[in-house]
């Protein structure tokens, strides 16, 4: 009887010690298969990132790989074509060319960051002094978008784009948030200056991005400030780098050209240098509807002052006529300083309730401390 329990004691021994070593090669198994994925990893060729140009017929189609050429290449099983059209962006094998997978579109930082805002809260209510400019603008931008059939209807096109100009702090940029705000748009900004790259074809690049991320965002506005920066007038003569700033302006030149009339991507542009703008800019089908912003008059001071102060308590001796009579020649951006400046006369005073005491003494300031500037009499 003992030895009978002896040999199974031992038989149990030698089973925990197979389950164990089985355990330990199954482990051994699952690790030296993560090693040679990784060393396939290693050694298999790189993929090539590619845009689809178009479909030539079921198995093949042209696309234009990131290294140069234009390829005619076939699709691997397992890839959905339905997912390839003109404009994809695929992987390409590196020995054969072939198109191995699709690619999400992706985008570079720097146009990721020119959104700023998906819905802007800002609306035309927000903009004193300019109703003849909103007018113009509600036709040209919203109206289109808004109630498209009215231009079907009447067989007519609406304008492409928009261009305002005028001078610093008239409100331009201001204007633009408004129009996106009144149709609940995706508000694009960028500068003129972010799209001049010193290397060959990068701000053409970045065009195509924005526009391609404004179609995806409908509606969109996308707002060009500083339009001057790649839209100065060409001249046959000029560095390399002036070359590469016409490179992009004939990309912002086709982009425009490729708009759908009444598509809900639109297109405004600011420049306080309309008279060296290239004339293609402002040829029909592009830039259609120019607009200026002039410094306000009396009446639209008055008002971009009582927008500014509305959420304000102001002390009985404020007289906010009196403040836009003094204040002639200021700019939008110079009365919102004003109130600003008030503000902080306040806040020394120790008190919450603005008086016409702090609004005579900011305007000192300001006047004061302002730089001359053309068409301001803050520098008289």
Not at 105 to 120: A, F, K, S, T
Request: glycine residues 8%; aromatic residues 4%.
């Amino acid at each position: 009887m003992e030895g009978e329990e002896e040999v199974e004691r031992k038989l149990a021994i030698l089973k925990e010690k197979v389950r164990t070593l089985t355990q330990r090669i199954t482990s051994l198994e699952s690790e030296l298969e993560y090693y040679r994925n990784e060393v396939m990893k290693l050694l298999s060729p790189p993929l090539i990132e590619a845009v689809v140009l178009e479909k030539i017929d079921d198995e093949r189609y042209l696309v234009k790989s990131s290294s140069g050429p234009n390829f005619i290449v076939n699709v691997a099983e397992g890839v959905d074509k339905r997912a390839i059209r003109a404009g994809s962006t695929v992987a390409l094998n590196g020995r054969g060319s072939t198109i191995v997978s699709v690619l999400p579109n992706h985008y570079d930082p720097l146009v990721r960051g020119m959104i700023v805002e998906e819905r802007p809260k800002v609306g035309f209510r927000d903009v004193g002094g300019l109703a003849d400019q909103i007018r113009e603008l509600y036709e040209a931008v919203v109206l289109p978008i808004k109630k498209p059939e009215l231009f079907s209807s009447l067989g007519i096109e609406p304008p492409k784009g928009v261009l305002l100009h005028g001078l610093p702090g008239t409100g331009k940029t201001l204007l633009a948030r408004a129009v996106a705000g009144e149709i609940e748009a995706t508000f694009i900004r960028l500068s003129g200056s972010e799209l001049v790259n010193k290397f060959i074809g990068e701000g053409a690049r970045l065009v195509r991005e924005v526009f391609r991320l404004a179609r995806e965002r409908v509606p969109a506005i996308v707002f060009i400030d500083e339009i001057d920066a790649i839209g100065a007038r060409r001249t046959e003569l000029g560095t390399s780098g002036e070359r590469e700033v016409n490179r992009t302006l004939l990309q912002l030149l086709v982009e425009l050209d490729g708009f759908e009339p009444l598509s809900k991507v639109k297109v405004i542009a600011a420049t306080n240098r309309i008279d060296i703008l290239d004339p293609a800019l402002m040829r029909p089908g592009r830039f259609d509807r120019v607009i200026e912003l002039p410094l306000p008059d009396m009446k639209g001071r008055l008002e971009i002052l009582k927008i500014h102060t509305r959420k304000m308590s102001l002390g009985e001796s404020v007289d906010l006529e009196e403040i836009a009579r003094l204040t002639e020649g200021f700019s939008g951006a110079d009365l919102k300083a004003l109130v600003t400046e008030a503000a902080y006369f306040t806040i020394r005073r120790n008190s919450r309730v603005p008086e016409m005491e702090d609004f005579l003494k900011a305007l000192q300031k300001l006047r004061k401390g302002a730089r001359p500037q053309a068409g301001n009499s803050m520098s008289i």
